[in-house]
């Protein structure tokens, strides 16, 4: 609900010649205004119009009265902000503009002018990108008209989402894309260490620091898992980076994702296997130096949620030795079982030291998976040794930390099709050997049978399949899978996990749409066939990756695409797509290797 608020502008006495009438019709701008405020909020929406013209009428009065007094367009301009009638405010603002001449006047009404077209660009994209299902491509140009005015962190990682978004039928923006991300990421670098020196901590020096370049920073890394190899089959084919153990002194964890800043007073931030896709301006402390104001304000990423936040330094918890297994949407099912899972298991020798500490992403999802896994591994650790981090919350530092062992790994890169194509890392892609780690761990054994074919629903969250083609499919499957294969729905809230791992380890084949929940293949034997309704950008490599890493045969049948792309509330398949994906399963189902 647009909330009216108004702030009246002080403005210079010398050039103010109003008489009582004038002066009080500038009162009664504001008092409508406040009034309208107040009827909207209580929902009485006639009332609040009235109010509303009440407010233009007394504005019209006063500028007749004395049309070169800047008070009433300054009032007038606060008034259409507030209301979101975004071009007049802007008009007044210049209105005002054009009869102030004191410097710091004209510096604070530019200040305001900018505010107002930034909420003009910003309600005009808000309307067109439609929470991802409107039209992507005129939102992405009102992003780049908001960036015009301020360019914030905020705006270069959304512009970034909506290439990316793109990229599903046009795939020359990916580039694009990653160029945005990363200059988020250095806006954010840059608007971190601005606040730190306001706090009176400045930075003895900052950078950002890829994965890959953690060892030449820190001295040196341990190696855990060889990198190198290559591996793949048809259209796809990848590189492993290597595993290592990363060891750092005196730093600081940050935000929701644990981002790693330090040593000391030096600015570093170091970023995972997100790499430029890693959201550093929802993690920590920025001061929007973007506003070019005498005082810059401090930015809240969440928009109101967390006002002022790194304005004042907070006590935090302070760590020894710990292990950190927070990252990039670790609480998130795919990111907690492909990545985080995998850094625990590479941990296991450090982790038997009892002075070690292990920090790990708070379970609040309802089904409790992240409970359920930790219970499932080879893993024993003391829980008084547990620190349950908070993937919500504010962006501050939440824990500082002597000496920290993460452990991490070298981005896995796509291959290109020739030796002429550029190879592209992967953000959020676990290398091969990690997760086979993962896979013995949690299917120690064979199960006696393999008779199942495996169908994720997608029906309760994003990225669904129009019911009309899911209908089409389960319908074919049902009426020609032989009697001896049984047909599972899969919808992972009403299984166990537990549950889910026999399930998926009896599997001979499994068919979805591209989300989380397809990371249960990590569960599926050898030779189990996979079927990914996948998208065209190759931002979504994530299911081809792991199930060649896992000698699964797997299968892309692509997606109409939309320039939604991976943002898509539902998606939607040719009928010959429909009939691929049937055909290969009822093959695998029924062991004929030859049509796979």
Known sequence: RVVVLLVCVALASATLAAGASYDKLCNDIITHAQRASQYHNGGQLEQAEKEVNKAIKAFERAKAIDPENPQAYANAANFFHNIQRFPDAIANWDATLARVDDPGMVAYVRARRRNSAYGMHSVARDRAYGQGQGNITAGLAHAHSQLAVYAMPDIYYDIATMQIMLSEVNASLDADAMANFRAAQEATL??????????????????LVAVEQWGAVLGGTTTLVEGGASYGSGDWFFKDGAAFLATFRDVTLHGSEGIIVGPGSQCNIFLNS??????????????????????????DAYKGKYPNHGATSRKVRRLPKAVSLIQFASSSFYHF???VVGRLLLARDVLADPDVFLIVPKDERGNGFITQLLALLPVRIDPLRIVNYNTNGNPDVRVQVDTLLVPAWEPVELLGASDTDPSIGLAAVTPRGVLQLIHAALVPTAPAKRNVVIWITRREIMRKLVPASEDVLLARLRAELPTTTELVVFDGSKFTTAETIRLFSEARAVAGVHGGALANILYCLPGTTVVELSFHTVRSRHYAQMANALDLTYHAVPLIATERGLGAAYVDIEPSGLDQVATLVLAAAAGRKDEL
């Open 190 to 207: 840059a608007a971190f260490a601005a606040g730190r020196a306001a706090m009176g901590r400045p930075c003895e020096s900052k950078a």
């Open 337 to 339: 079982l492909v990545e």
């Open 274 to 299: 997100a790499g430029a896709q890693e959201s550093l301006h929802q993690n920590v402390q920025m001061l929007a130096t973007w506003e070019e104001a005498p005082q810059p304000s401090w930015h």
